[in-house]
């Protein structure tokens, strides 16, 4: 089983605040039985510990008027970790890669893996306000492919999700683009909260 984490967060100032359904998947050659995740920055060997955030510091004209805002980046993954090093995600700076493999001999069992997301049921800021977890949502894209969405768009839901299932012997990867949904009025602040990403074969 591998986690890795991403930070979400949202900046608010003296009482203002201050991601189409496709994706790679490829057959690879069957192994000893392995997983393998990456979210944003990542290297092959799965040997990093480093924390991508994501991050919106909302307008005070725009401050909670429903218009869904995009969140920054601090990937500067853009080239997949697979192979030929494709540019997958060609604007690190709005986009975070996640990519993530299961492999097995023929012999060997379970047939899938698992690709969850777990998210806490807020945001918090130093004062102890929240704003919902709900309120972040991403899209999905991957440069030059015309699969659909393996790892599908979504909403965090202050749990664990199931974002895909991951066949025997597949890497599978995309780009997630972050949203804010901006939907009320909240106190001043910046709201942090992690999510973690799991891949998981019993």
Known sequence: MLRHGLVLSTALTAALFAFEAQAWSLSIASAPRRVFLHVGNGTIDGNNSLVNRVEVTVPVNQLGNGTPLPMNSTSTQSSSLYGDNYLTCPTPASQVMIGASY???????????????????????????????????????????????????????????????????????????????????????TYNGRVVYTLSAP
């Open 103 to 189: 492999r097995r001999n023929n012999n060997n069992s379970p047939a899938s893996a698992r690709l969850s997301v777990t998210s806490p049921a807020n945001l918090t800021n130093a004062s102890g306000d929240s704003i919902p977890f709900s309120e972040i949502s991403w899209t999905v894209s991957a440069a030059g492919s015309a699969n659909p969405g393996v790892i599908p768009a979504g909403t965090f839901n202050g749990g664990t999700q199931t974002l895909a299932t991951i066949p025997a012997n597949t890497y599978i990867e995309n780009c997630h683009s972050f949203r804010y949904a901006n939907s009320a009025l909240r106190a001043a602040g």
